[in-house]
């Protein structure tokens, strides 16, 4: 199969991309387009361009993608390759982070969006960035009973005054603050540890437990960076390194959204069409309008610096690596991401250490910069052919 333009990726900066380029084939492993940010909204394809949903690409090399459909596998060849690949929640491992009710701030979003009953439920928001006030309004908004929303970052009401000079931004987040009328905002306060219908929390050296039937916790975002590295592309800081075109050290091919840095809906969308466009001049008119929101993402950047208090939670007895149920105990006796990986099988699971890399990297120092064809697990035909 040949294609001019794909982009990998069919939530806001794909989208935006494919707005731009005009025909271009969009690939997304969800079952919809929207990604994260519009999951379950009814989203506009952008004329002229293709949508295949429910398509994982497993592999990558030179001008071809390997993807996994429901029911085939299929190569496509490209001349312009857009990676839209958006960004997955940081986890920071602490004792009973993996018990069922313990999830991801986006990902208890997700599942209620997808179905999970929440009306009535006790939930604690807890983490770092503006994330946790859109999710504790939405699950308010399903029914959802939000106990308190806990901010590690002791700069977070400081960050408002940023705000002053976004006034999209500031809108947003005054309805915010109306939809979380009444509930509880801690600042400089986290999650010590979780048992199953409750939860430790401490503020100003003080713990104190409260109950609950979920617990959403997010730290941040992790960019998905694995289809760029196996592809060739730098990787400068942990994100994709991008020219001022939104193009990779590799001609032909570029980068939009959270791989190419953490910048929010708003600066997603921007990349995107820049990344789409054919001409110079025509991606040049977007410029300034980037620049503003990459100045607001730093802004934000500076103000939810994770406190190294929150990395050093985890005993020797917690579990890091979920899929192959791995201790920090174990990997402690070795010294490194290779040496632990061969001798405890820490991050070959299925997330093949997509949530045990980052935990460690913030743990204990170590990268993970070792990207191995198939991407995602794939069924034994696809890797066959």
């Given at each position: 199969?040949?294609?001019?333009?794909?982009?990998?990726?069919?939530?806001?900066?794909?989208?935006?991309?494919?707005?731009?380029?005009?025909?271009?084939?969009?690939?997304?492993?969800?079952?919809?387009?929207?990604?994260?940010?519009?999951?379950?909204?009814?989203?506009?394809?952008?004329?002229?361009?293709?949508?295949?949903?429910?398509?994982?690409?497993?592999?990558?090399?030179?001008?071809?993608?390997?993807?996994?459909?429901?029911?085939?596998?299929?190569?496509?060849?490209?001349?312009?390759?857009?990676?839209?690949?958006?960004?997955?929640?940081?986890?920071?491992?602490?004792?009973?982070?993996?018990?069922?009710?313990?999830?991801?701030?986006?990902?208890?979003?997700?599942?209620?969006?997808?179905?999970?009953?929440?009306?009535?439920?006790?939930?604690?928001v807890?983490?770092?960035?503006?994330?946790?006030l859109?999710?504790?309004?939405?699950?308010?908004?399903?029914?959802?009973?939000?106990?308190?929303?806990?901010?590690?970052?002791?700069?977070?009401?400081?960050?408002?005054?940023?705000?002053?000079?976004?006034?999209?931004?500031?809108?947003?987040?005054?309805?915010?603050?109306?939809?979380?009328?009444?509930?509880?905002?801690?600042?400089?306060?986290w999650?010590?540890?979780?048992?199953?219908?409750?939860?430790?929390?401490?503020?100003?050296?003080?713990?104190?437990?409260?109950?609950?039937?979920?617990?959403?916790?997010?730290?941040?975002?992790?960019?998905?960076?694995?289809?760029?590295?196996?592809l060739?592309?730098?990787?400068?800081?942990?994100?994709?390194?991008?020219?001022?075109?939104?193009q990779?050290?590799?001609?032909?091919?570029?980068?939009?959204?959270?791989?190419?840095?953490?910048?929010?809906?708003?600066?997603?969308?921007?990349?995107?069409?820049?990344?789409?466009?054919?001409?110079?001049?025509?991606?040049?008119?977007?410029?300034?309008?980037?620049?503003?929101?990459?100045?607001?993402?730093?802004?934000?950047?500076?103000?939810?610096?994770?406190?190294?208090?929150?990395?050093?939670?985890?005993?020797?007895?917690?579990?890091?690596?979920?899929?192959?149920?791995?201790?920090?105990?174990?990997?402690?006796?070795h010294?490194?991401w290779?040496?632990?990986?061969?001798?405890?099988?820490?991050g070959?699971?299925?997330?093949?250490?997509?949530?045990?890399?980052?935990?460690?990297?913030?743990?204990?120092?170590?990268?993970?910069?070792?990207?191995?064809?198939?991407?995602?697990?794939?069924?034994?035909?696809?890797?066959?052919?």
């Amino acid at each position: 199969m040949k294609a001019g333009t794909v982009i990998v990726g069919a939530g806001p900066a794909g989208l935006a991309a494919a707005e731009t380029a005009g025909g271009a084939l969009l690939l997304d492993d969800n079952p919809a387009p929207g990604g994260q940010i519009w999951r379950g909204s009814k989203v506009a394809i952008p004329e002229g361009a293709q949508v295949m949903c429910g398509t994982r690409v497993i592999a990558a090399s030179g001008r071809q993608l390997v993807a996994e459909t429901p029911d085939a596998v299929i190569r496509i060849e490209f001349q312009k390759l857009i990676l839209a690949t958006g960004a997955r929640e940081l986890f920071l491992p602490f004792p009973g982070w993996t018990l069922p009710t313990v999830m991801g701030a986006g990902g208890l979003q997700a599942m209620v969006k997808g179905g999970l009953p929440i009306e009535g439920k006790r939930v604690i928001v807890a983490g770092s960035g503006p994330l946790l006030l859109a999710v504790a309004a939405y699950l308010r908004s399903r029914g959802g009973k939000i106990v308190l929303i806990a901010e590690q970052s002791e700069q977070a009401r400081r960050f408002a005054r940023t705000l002053a000079a976004y006034p999209g931004k500031l809108a947003q987040a005054a309805g915010l603050k109306l939809r979380l009328t009444g509930i509880r905002y801690l600042e400089g306060c986290w999650v010590l540890s979780a048992d199953p219908h409750a939860v430790t929390l401490t503020q100003s050296g003080r713990a104190w437990t409260e109950s609950c039937d979920y617990l959403a916790v997010g730290y941040g975002l992790q960019p998905n960076t694995e289809l760029a590295q196996l592809l060739g592309c730098q990787i400068e800081n942990g994100f994709v390194k991008v020219d001022e075109f939104q193009q990779t050290t590799v001609t032909g091919i570029y980068c939009a959204g959270e791989p190419a840095g953490i910048g929010g809906v708003d600066l997603a969308v921007i990349e995107g069409r820049i990344a789409g466009c054919a001409h110079a001049n025509d991606a040049r008119r977007f410029f300034a309008k980037r620049a503003r929101q990459q100045r607001f993402a730093a802004a934000l950047e500076t103000a939810f610096v994770l406190r190294r208090e929150v990395t050093q939670l985890a005993g020797d007895d917690t579990v890091i690596c979920r899929c192959e149920d791995v201790p920090l105990g174990r990997i402690r006796q070795h010294a490194n991401w290779r040496e632990a990986k061969l001798q405890t099988r820490c991050g070959m699971g299925p997330c093949q250490g997509r949530i045990c890399g980052p935990a460690l990297q913030h743990i204990l120092g170590w990268k993970n910069d070792s990207v191995r064809e198939p991407l995602f697990p794939a069924r034994v035909a696809s890797l066959m052919e």
